[in-house]
């Protein structure tokens, strides 16, 4: 049975107090980086962030905020960079935040292999 089919627990109340329920449904979905980053930070309390974070995977979602992570062409990426080229300090902050974004899908148990979750460079 896959993660995005499986039942849901009996004792979550559904419609209950789920951020995507509860703010704009625009907001996972934004061109802009800070409010993505809001988007993720609103998903940190959810009773569905592990169900909601592996049907995103199987699915290869192309893009928004699903299960606290940021999907951008069907891959997890640390942070939406806004346009133009980026900073030098920003490439060496995206690469430990690249690292923080795969030790919470392994926390998951959303990487057990490298081909299972693919991550943005």
């Known amino acids: 049975m896959s993660l995005a089919l ?5 004792s979550v109340e559904v419609e209950a107090n789920l951020p ?3 703010f704009d449904p625009d907001l996972w979905f934004s061109d802009s980086p800070a409010e993505l980053e809001l988007a993720k930070s ?4 959810c009773p569905l962030r592990v169900e909601c974070l592996a049907g995103a995977v199987e699915r290869a979602e192309p ?16 942070r ?5 080229r980026p900073r030098k300090e ?8 690249r690292v923080e ?3 919470r899908l392994a926390a998951s148990g959303l990487s057990e292999s490298r081909n299972s979750v693919r991550l943005a460079a």
């Open 6 to 10: 499986a039942p849901l627990d009996v």
């Open 20 to 22: 995507c329920r509860k």
């Open 42 to 45: 609103l998903c940190g309390d």
């Open 63 to 78: 893009w928004g905020v699903w299960g606290g992570e940021i999907f951008e062409r069907g891959a997890v990426v640390p």
């Open 80 to 84: 939406k960079r806004p346009r133009g």
């Open 90 to 97: 920003d490439l060496a902050r995206d690469a430990q935040l």
């Open 101 to 103: 974004a795969e030790a």
